[in-house]
């Protein structure tokens, strides 16, 4: 699974994974003197969704509704309805949902190098955490060498692109049976006001029932059948996911079903790209 480019870089700039602005290979004489401040979750504060990868699928369905990228099948935690994130107050992921490894690895990430298989660890020199001079923050390297923070780093990026092949080989499968289809949510809030969440598919729980026996056992030894399992139970989510939006503690808030039908009066929609 690759780096799903931002939408919003600006014209004639090339296209940066979300959150990252200008993402850098470490190189221990380049990045010397580089260090990393402290920092908090500020960066995520307005996305909507976040990519996931398969090992926390359970983890995140007890938080979020999953469902998959429209275009890239990539599956995502859905984190509001708008361009804003509720999970994210004062800058702090609240204490009682599941924070993303997409989100935990910023401002690192692995890029590719001349090497088709080849991966390189890189940091986001856009990040305000980011300092190329001084005696604040953590250093990225010593004497030449990664850092501690540098090696945790290269341990978790790589740990996480293990992952992202795991996943990557779940949508082939879930590809290969055919089994996402297009939906939309709609919701109304207290107020009356409209909001709509599209560009997304989930699991046709029809067809999956319906799996010939050798996929379902194939898919049981595999572990993929808990994957779907976690991912259809997210759903319930979204109701909750309301009751943040309209600033309510009651997960009661009725919210309209997911349907590839638009509402009847045009919400404020959000695409999951």
């Known amino acids: ?142 004497e030449g060498k990664p850092s501690e923070l540098t090696s945790q780093a290269l341990a978790f990026c790589d740990a996480f692109q293990a992952e992202a092949a795991a996943t990557a080989a779940f949508l082939d499968a879930l590809k290969a049976q055919n089994l996402l289809i297009d939906r939309r949510a709609d919701a109304t809030l207290p107020d009356g006001r409209k909001l709509g969440l599209d560009g997304f598919q989930v699991v046709d729980a029809e067809k999956f029932a319906n799996l010939a026996d050798d996929v379902v056992l194939d898919w049981h030894r595999r572990g993929w059948l808990a994957l779907v399992h976690f991912h259809l139970a997210s759903l319930e989510r979204f109701g909750l996911l309301l009751s943040r939006q309209a600033g309510l503690a009651d997960p009661a808030t009725p919210v309209t079903p997911m349907s590839s039908d638009a509402a009847s009066a045009a919400p404020t929609s959000t695409h999951l790209h």
């Open 1 to 142: 699974m690759a780096d799903t480019p931002a939408s919003t870089a600006p014209a004639g700039a090339p296209l940066q994974p979300l959150f990252y602005q200008a993402l850098q290979p470490l190189n221990s004489q380049l990045h010397a003197d580089w260090r990393l401040a402290d920092g908090d979750a500020g960066f995520a504060e307005t996305t909507p969704f976040v990519p996931l990868v398969v090992g926390e699928l359970a983890a995140a369905a007890r938080s979020y509704p999953i469902v998959f990228a429209a275009d890239s099948a990539q599956p995502v935690a859905v984190l509001g309805l708008e361009r804003r994130n509720l999970f994210v107050q004062g800058g702090r992921w609240l204490p009682d949902a599941y924070v993303p490894a997409y989100v935990r690895r910023y401002p690192f990430a692995f890029v590719a190098t001349i090497n088709p298989d080849g991966f390189a660890l890189a940091i986001d020199s856009g990040s305000d955490r980011v300092l190329q001079n001084g005696s604040d923050g953590t250093p990225l390297f010593v």
